[in-house]
């Protein structure tokens, strides 16, 4: 079983709408990312969180919010979601030791 | 905020060749880590690189902490048709406010020809 899941995989919605995505661990990692990858961009961090009670955010963070529910779970929200929100996105899980990330499969979101 | 510049952007090759691809900043970096991607899929961990000159393999790939602290170069020997995808070199800084957060370069678009 993957050690990063994300919900859903694929999504298609239109402007204004509110969209969850959602991400679980089972690697027991305390520190949780969100990013966005554009084509030709890289990926951006939009909001990290280093335990259940500490949210950041990150470079690209105007539009989303987040929820860290439990040490394993770490959503992100769109409130009103606008066509240039149209990406992919990953989250990941690293251990304070280290620091080094691993991804899950990602989010394709598509903003009608 | 921090760029990593990372080259080439895209290469390609024929199977069986090698190939070098690299990352530079601007500031010191503590960690250099490379990723490679497939279509579809969430970027996976090549190799971690903690310390400066450290020179690490994996299998067919190799990865170099430069000395500067402000590089790094992932090579890979004998390439083969599943080697296709894009790597990402990504770093944390020393010091300041980076937490641990990872600055990725651009990504180099790697195709194999059989």
């Known amino acids: 079983d993957a050690d990063v899941t994300q919900t859903p995989r694929n999504r298609i919605t239109k402007t204004g709408k509110r969209i969850m995505l959602e991400c679980s661990q089972t690697k027991g990692h305390d520190r949780m990312y969100w990013y966005r990858q554009d084509p030709g961009l890289g990926l951006r961090l939009i909001y990290y969180s280093f335990d259940v009670k500490d949210i950041n955010k990150g470079e690209i963070s105007d539009g989303y919010s987040v929820s860290r529910q439990a040490q394993a779970k770490f959503s992100l929200s769109l409130e009103s979601a606008i066509p240039n929100q149209t990406a992919l996105y990953f989250c990941?899980?690293?251990?304070?030791?280290?620091?080094?990330?691993?991804f899950g499969p990602g989010t394709r979101l598509t903003v009608l | 905020g921090q760029q990593l510049n990372q080259s080439p952007q895209s290469m390609f090759i024929q199977e069986g060749e090698d190939v070098s691809m690299n990352c530079t900043s601007s500031?010191?970096?503590?960690?250099w880590l490379w990723y490679k991607q497939d279509p579809g899929e969430g970027p996976v961990l090549l190799i971690a690189l903690y310390k400066a000159g450290e020179l690490t393999s994996n299998g067919r790939l190799t990865a170099q902490f430069g000395i500067t602290r402000k590089d790094s170069f992932l090579n890979i020997s004998a390439s083969i048709p599943s080697d296709v995808g894009i790597y990402f070199c990504a770093g944390i800084e020393a010091g300041g406010t980076s937490y641990g957060k990872l600055t990725f370069g651009q990504g180099t678009i790697l195709t194999v020809h059989p």
């Open positions: 500031s010191i970096f503590n960690t």
């Open positions: 990941a899980t690293s251990e304070s030791a280290t620091d080094t990330q691993y």
